[in-house]
């Protein structure tokens, strides 16, 4: 981001993951996770995230949650159902990490991670994306039972 500060820069990532939900209740427990990471600290402490959000809207309409980055603000446009969290479980000098407990009811989880550096230092983010899976393992012999997992994606930018 621009500033007018000779001596360092802001930098700001955003991560966005779409969910749809192809069986069961929205109410069941189907855990993802976003976790924005910065190969550099944050140089004077000054660095943020997009703070944990609960949904009062309905599960078709997106609000607002925004973000200051040091001198300028930011915001994001998740789309969750109404009562359902998203919960921000870390927030440091070189990174973020979010967590919904029950995927089901969000459709598009959004985050934003920014960091004040050393002019001319560019950081390298690597951006994390995890999404439930599951699985049927024959159990005991007796019965079909179901077994969650977890699918990653990273990116580096």
């Avoid at 069961?24 to 996770?33: Q, V």
């Avoid at 004077?44 to 603000?73: D, E, H, I, L, R």
């Avoid at 039972?145 to 990116?155: P, Q």
Wanted: glycine share 8%; hydrophobic share 30%; charged share 10%.
């Amino acid at each position: 981001m621009a500033d007018s500060d000779p001596y360092y820069d802001y930098y700001l990532v955003y991560g966005s993951s779409d969910y749809s939900r192809s069986a069961g209740s929205a109410s069941l427990s189907a855990p993802a996770y976003q976790q924005l990471n910065s190969n550099r600290a944050a140089s004077g402490n000054v660095f943020g995230s997009t703070k944990s959000y609960t949904s009062n809207s309905s599960c078709s309409s997106s609000f607002q949650v925004g973000v200051s980055a040091g001198p300028f603000s930011a915001s994001v446009t998740p789309t969750v159902c109404s009562g359902y969290t998203v919960s921000r479980y870390y927030n440091g000098a070189s990174g973020a990490g979010w967590h919904a407990a029950k995927v089901g009811g969000v459709s598009d989880m959004q985050s934003t991670f920014y960091q004040k550096v050393p002019q001319g230092t560019a950081p390298i983010f690597t951006v994390n994306f995890y999404r439930p899976t599951y699985q049927h393992a024959w159990y005991a012999n007796l019965y079909w039972k179901e077994t969650a997992g977890s699918t990653k994606w990273t990116a580096i930018l």
